[in-house]
């Protein structure tokens, strides 16, 4: 059983910066993507960016130019640079991953408890 455990939120001023970290943890698997989701209080959690296992990237148009997910494939973890953040970027972030165990031949995916991250002057 992967289990993801994330870091880095917290309050910060319109204009600022954040940076959110999510590690993956468990045995003998493998991480085929992992992204972050966002949810805000009555809205419907959104996808914000993916990263999957050969680099490629998507993006909410709505952090483009502004947000940047990357990853270390060693520590299976991954990581969202947010800049020039705004008060519509506040919301509890999750992180997602989709992973692969070899010994059950089973897709599997996982998420985390959420990060809050406040904008706010």
């Known amino acids: 059983q992967v289990q993801l455990v994330e870091s880095g939120g917290g309050l910060v001023q319109p204009g600022g910066s954040l940076r959110l970290s999510c590690a993956a943890s468990?045995?003998?698997?493998?991480?085929?993507?992992m992204g972050w989701y966002r949810q805000a209080p009555g809205t419907r959690r959104e996808l914000v960016a993916l990263i999957t296992n050969i680099d490629s990237t998507k993006y909410a148009d709505s952090v483009k130019g502004r947000f940047t997910i990357s990853r270390d494939s060693a520590k299976n973890t991954a990581y969202l640079q947010m800049n020039g953040l705004k008060p519509a970027d506040t919301a509890v972030y999750y992180c997602?991953?989709?992973?692969?165990?070899?010994?059950?031949?089973?897709?599997?995916?996982?998420w985390g408890q959420g990060t809050l991250v406040t904008v706010s002057s």
């Open positions: 468990g045995s003998m698997f493998t991480i085929n993507a």
């Open positions: 997602h991953a989709d992973y692969y165990i070899p010994a059950h031949h089973e897709y599997l995916e996982v």
